[in-house]
Each structure stands twice: as C-alpha cells, then as structure tokens.
C-alpha cells in the first residue's frame, strides 16, 4: 500500500485563501492570522483546521460569526479537495 503523505497549509496558502474571502474584513483575516500563527509554522492538517474552527465557533466572544467561520473552514478544506 502506498501512503500519501498529509497535506499541509502554510502561511503563505493560508494568507492567500483568507485573502479570496471578501466576506471578512482586514481586522477579521489579522485575527485569524494570530490565531493560527503558532499551528502554521509546521504547516495546519485538515484535521487540525477543523478542530481549531470548531474551538473558535464555540468562543461567543469571538470577532467572527458561525457563518463567517464556516465559509473559511469550507474555504480551506477546499485546498485539501474536500
């Protein structure tokens, strides 16, 4: 059997994917930033991103709403082919 490896976002991917968002402003994508900065240094697994959303939808006094946080996961799991 033959294994691929895990699929990774850096920074770089990340930026450019909250970029493509135009649904969340400046302030939002610069949170997002600090909020995975620490995850994106190695690289962020699908698995990784969605447990990390799902920690930030069930923060009520987060600055990003369910919807909002729902069109980035959706968005970057779309680099994942998903």
């Known amino acids: 059997m033959i294994f691929e490896p895990k699929k990774r976002i850096n920074k770089y991917e990340f930026n450019k994917i909250l970029n493509s968002i135009t649904d969340i402003s ?4 610069a ?3 600090q ?3 620490k995850d994106l240094s190695s690289g962020l ?4 991103l969605k447990e ?3 920690k930030l939808q069930s923060n ?3 600055i990003l709403d369910q919807w909002e ?3 980035v996961k959706k968005k970057i799991l779309e680099q994942f082919g998903k």
């Open 60 to 62: 009520k006094g987060d």
């Open 45 to 48: 697994t699908e698995f990784e």
């Open 31 to 33: 949170y997002l930033n």
């Open 52 to 54: 990390k959303i799902n």
């Open 35 to 37: 909020v995975f900065d």
């Open 26 to 29: 400046n302030e939002e994508q």
């Open 69 to 71: 946080l729902e069109k």
